[in-house]
Nanobody, 122 residues
Framework: HVQLVESGGGSVQAGGSLKLSCIGS????????VGWYRQVPGKERELVST???????TYIDSVRGRFTISQDNAKNTVFLQMNNLKTEDTAVYLC?????????????????WGQGTQVTVS
């Protein structure tokens, strides 16, 4: 059974920080990569950041320098540290991954998603 569970969302003022966590099944997190996405009503879901098993990371331009993705492989957890938050960062944040045979690296749509955690910046 594949499961991804996010936590750490909340409401903060602009300039504040939040740290999101995503805990997943080990056989997903120990292979290939994990992505953090965000969804705003009426807009397409946006890939924010990815981290590969090797530690290689990617970020979209709007969050680079403010967000940091990291992983704790022993705990099957991926984090997204978000600093200097802006109102435009308000969204539901979801982590996503895929089965090892599909090897998610951010270039394809993952099959497994968490339920999402709301981030509101005012």
């Amino acid at each position: 059974h594949v499961q991804l569970v996010e936590s750490g969302g909340g409401s903060v003022q602009a300039g504040g920080s939040l740290k999101l966590s995503c805990i997943g099944s080990g056989y997903i997190f120990n292979n290939c990569g994990v992505g953090w996405y965000r969804q705003v009503p009426g807009k397409e879901r946006e890939l924010v950041s990815t981290i590969l098993r090797t530690g290689t990371t990617t970020y979209i331009d709007s969050v680079r320098g403010r967000f940091t993705i990291s992983q704790d492989n022993a705990k099957n957890t991926v984090f997204l540290q978000m600093n200097n938050l802006k109102t435009e960062d308000t969204a539901v944040y979801l982590c996503a991954a895929d089965l090892p045979q599909y090897c998610y690296t951010g270039s394809s749509s993952p099959r497994y998603w968490g339920q999402g955690t709301q981030v509101t910046v005012s």
